[in-house]
């Protein structure tokens, strides 16, 4: 059942009986975008995970929603679903309501145009609504206002009543002297004029249109009202009417009562997650943590920066929730469910070993078909995630002895699901719990790794090539997390690559808590830290970082600059140009196979190559970036002998095996080589 503006009011109690009946509820939304470039990766904690997305969901909106209602009929054993697709869209329905300002992400904006989205629809007859502080704000202001208004047409009740507001001669600027002049004779014209009935004064501006109340009361006590009205053009003007005392007093609560109605259609959609809420019925979604945090935010309550609060209010929203998409990845559903999208994984859950359970639509409601798939609009997706919810619950019966036909949705078996948001990307914390503590894994083999702005991943790949296969999770463009997928080697890395002037490694555990320190030291002393990234830094944060380019822009440089740490101050420079110049005399022609780096040759020394993206070691030795061509795998590279150092058992590893000489990896990472190599 599509549901706009226009058939809203008729079709909130059928909506809302519905929800009330239902044994649960699916809901499905559909956005004007998904995400302003803060980018999630494979490591976020849900804390982490939660104040990424809350950014973008502060300022996208849903455009549509979709809410199925599926209700058990025993007698026939089959569930009667009722689809909703809702148009909604916050256009102030008068001047008191909040305009609301969002941003259009052009690739969803251009993936549901794809998909025949109406935006005019949405548009032009899309559902209001306030949330609860917005609502709030505007009936108290009405109340306020109302209360004024009362006080202020009190003399014609009563003429002995004079408002102080009234007391005094009224002072007219000399500028609006003529348009009230003309306005009182106008209305005592109309009042000498027994065959008018209503008087329409030219359009005003607000200051115009108070003088003329303020004129009229003193001039006329009895026998008129005054309203503003609104014209086609939407141009604002005062409106003239002759009433008896007992008609103005109708006219007036009858007014009253229009804003207050007024006001309960400006509230408009927010009266269905209302009705949603209180019903406490299990809602459920698929891959919902987008949808469950901008219903929250745009619907109820905007999103607290603290996690802990976002929980209990999401707790005190909808008690009880459930992701499909969660379930789909969890035993025993993984292995059946090889691809966990909604429709392929609707198409899946069609086949055995799964078994659909019988649906059917009211005939006098609009009815979807799976073999006519209109997906991404959200009453549709609503439904077939619906279904699939109804299809793996049903499935979990099979495994009880005797097996279960129907598994309801308040089942003990569905619990470890329940109050749980799936997590992308993230395998060892799939899901964020919404009323329970959340894992936390160790992560022993992942690694914060500080470096350059100009490395590439290939760097930190051959920087931690010998360990064997890594993924790596860019957080800027000089840090990043790096995860082992050869978990033994953990502890080997530490021991062998350490850290540099170049770059910095730091366990994740480390890491972690370094950061939990500086965060608990920065709320304290009540400020928000500013942790810097160089390669010097004990802690990186990965917040989104400028370009290279703009920063220059803001310190004030005018070309970017490509040192690289550490820094040689000036007092300095002279005595390193010394020891440079000593140190390059004593270079030999040696070439080991460094990969895509070597030492800096003499004879080079003065080339416009040798000179750009320079840096320098711990032993104060100069080194030039060179191609690609260097032979990775040459048989004294880095990596081969990081190889060689792993056929040493760990526990034989000794301090003295890692002392000598630095060796190039990456062309900027340095780690230890021992003598005997």
């Given at each position: 059942?599509?549901?706009?503006?226009?058939?809203?009011?008729?079709?909130?109690?059928?909506?809302?009986?519905?929800?009330?009946?239902?044994?649960?509820?699916?809901?499905?939304?559909?956005?004007?975008?998904?995400?302003?470039?803060?980018?999630?990766?494979?490591?976020?904690?849900?804390?982490?995970?939660?104040?990424?997305?809350?950014?973008?969901?502060?300022?996208?909106?849903?455009?549509?929603?979709?809410?199925?209602?599926?209700?058990?009929?025993?007698?026939?054993?089959?569930?009667?679903?009722?689809?909703?697709?809702?148009?909604?869209?916050?256009?102030?329905?008068?001047?008191?309501?909040?305009?609301?300002?969002?941003?259009?992400?052009?690739?969803?904006?251009?993936?549901?145009?794809?998909?025949?989205?109406?935006?005019?629809?949405?548009?032009?007859?899309?559902?209001?609504?306030?949330?609860?502080?917005?609502?709030?704000?505007?009936?108290?202001?009405?109340?306020?206002?109302?209360?004024?208004?009362?006080?202020?047409?009190?003399?014609?009740?009563?003429?002995?009543?004079?408002?102080?507001?009234?007391?005094?001669?009224?002072?007219?600027?000399?500028?609006?002297?003529?348009?009230?002049?003309?306005?009182?004779?106008?209305?005592?014209?109309?009042?000498?004029?027994?065959?008018?009935?209503?008087?329409?004064?030219?359009?005003?501006?607000?200051?115009?249109?108070?003088?003329?109340?303020?004129?009229?009361?003193?001039?006329?006590?009895?026998?008129?009202?005054l309203d503003t009205q609104t014209g086609e053009n939407r141009e604002r003007f005062v409106v003239v009417s002759k009433v008896t005392d007992e008609e103005r007093k109708n006219m007036e609560n009858a007014k009253r009562d229009a804003e207050i109605e007024e006001l309960e259609d400006a509230v408009g959609f927010c009266k269905v997650i209302q009705a949603l809420s209180k019903s406490g019925k299990l809602v459920v979604g698929h891959n919902m943590t987008l949808d469950f945090?901008?219903?929250?935010?745009?619907?109820?309550?905007?999103?607290?920066?603290?996690?802990?609060?976002?929980?209990?209010?999401?707790?005190?929203?909808?008690?009880?929730?459930?992701?499909?998409?969660?379930?789909?990845?969890?035993?025993?559903?993984?292995?059946?469910?090889?691809?966990?999208?909604?429709?392929?994984?609707?198409?899946?859950?069609?086949?055995?070993?799964?078994?659909?359970?019988?649906?059917?639509?009211?005939?006098?409601?609009?009815?979807y078909s799976k073999e006519a798939?209109?997906?991404?609009?959200?009453?549709?997706?609503?439904?077939?995630?619906?279904?699939?919810?109804?299809?793996?619950?049903?499935?979990?019966?099979?495994?009880?002895?005797?097996?279960?036909?129907?598994?309801?949705p308040n089942s003990p078996f569905l619990e470890p699901f329940v109050n749980k948001l799936f997590m992308m990307l993230v395998q060892d914390i799939p899901y964020m719990h919404l009323t329970g503590p959340d894992l936390d894994p160790a992560r022993e083999h992942v690694f914060h790794v500080t470096f350059p702005s100009e490395w590439k991943s290939t760097d930190l790949m051959q920087l931690f090539g010998g360990f064997g296969h890594v993924y790596t999770a860019w957080l800027d463009d000089t840090s990043a997390f790096v995860s082992l997928s050869h978990?033994?080697?953990?502890?080997?890395?530490?021991?062998?690559?350490?850290?540099?002037?170049?770059?910095?490694?730091?366990?994740?555990?480390?890491?972690?808590?370094?950061?939990?320190?500086?965060?608990?030291?920065?709320?304290?002393?009540?400020?928000?830290?500013?942790?810097?990234?160089?390669?010097k830094s004990s802690l990186m944060t990965d917040s989104p970082r400028l370009p290279a380019k703009r920063r220059m822009q803001v310190l004030g440089a005018s070309t970017p600059s490509r040192e690289l740490p550490p820094t040689i101050h000036e007092d300095e420079e002279e005595e390193e140009r010394e020891e440079k110049k000593e140190e390059a005399d004593k270079d030999t022609e040696e070439d080991l196979g460094e990969p895509l780096t070597k030492r800096k040759k003499k004879s080079a020394s003065t080339s416009p190559a040798a000179r750009s993206n320079v840096t320098v070691s711990s032993q104060s030795r100069s080194l030039c970036l060179q191609p690609l061509s260097a032979n990775r795998w040459h048989s004294m590279s880095g990596s081969s002998q990081l190889l060689k150092l792993g056929a040493k058992k760990e526990e034989e590893l000794e301090p003295s095996d890692f002392h000598g000489r630095e060796r190039n990896v990456a062309g900027k990472a340095l780690f230890a080589v021992p003598d005997t190599w």
């Open positions: 059942m599509e549901i706009t503006r226009k058939n809203f009011k008729e079709s909130l109690p059928l909506v809302i009986d519905s929800i009330n009946a239902a044994d649960f509820v699916s809901i499905d939304g559909e956005f004007t975008g998904l995400s302003k470039g803060v980018k999630s990766h494979a490591f976020d904690t849900p804390k982490e995970r939660y104040q990424k997305l809350r950014e973008g969901a502060v300022d996208f909106l849903i455009i549509q929603f979709g809410l199925c209602t599926f209700t058990y009929n025993a007698e026939h054993d089959k569930y009667i679903v009722k689809a909703f697709n809702f148009f909604v869209f916050p256009n102030p329905l008068n001047r008191q309501a909040p305009d609301a300002r969002f941003l259009c992400q052009a690739s969803s904006i251009g993936f549901l145009a794809g998909q025949g989205f109406d935006f005019n629809k949405v548009f032009h007859e899309g559902i209001p609504y306030l949330n609860f502080l917005d609502e709030k704000k505007m009936r108290e202001n009405l109340q306020e206002r109302q209360k004024q208004n009362l006080n202020n047409s009190a003399h014609y009740y009563s003429p002995a009543y004079e408002s102080p507001a009234l007391k005094g001669p009224l002072v007219i600027p000399e500028e609006h002297r003529s348009y009230i002049e003309a306005a009182c004779n106008s209305i005592e014209k109309f009042t000498k004029d027994d065959s008018e009935k209503t008087l329409a004064l030219p359009p005003s501006n607000p200051y115009q249109r108070k003088l003329i109340y303020q004129a009229a009361r003193i001039k006329f006590r009895t026998g008129i009202q945090l901008h219903v929250i935010h745009q619907f109820c309550n905007p999103l607290p920066e603290d996690f802990d609060e976002f929980k209990s209010l999401a707790s005190c929203v909808f008690p009880r929730i459930c992701d499909t998409k969660l379930m789909a990845s969890t035993q025993p559903f993984k292995e059946n469910i090889g691809q966990t999208d909604l429709a392929t994984m609707s198409r899946i859950l069609n086949h055995a070993p799964f078994s659909v359970p019988a649906v059917e639509f009211p005939p006098d409601m609009k009815s798939e209109q997906l991404h609009e959200a009453g549709y997706d609503a439904y077939i995630t619906g279904t699939s919810f109804l299809t793996m619950a049903n499935f979990l019966g099979t495994f009880q002895n005797p097996p279960k036909r129907r598994i309801p978990r033994e080697n953990a502890a080997l890395v530490t021991k062998t690559i350490g850290n540099s002037d170049i770059y910095k490694v730091l366990p994740y555990k480390v890491y972690r808590e370094q950061r939990l320190q500086c965060e608990s030291h920065a709320a304290s002393r009540h400020y928000t830290p500013m942790v810097g990234r160089t390669a």
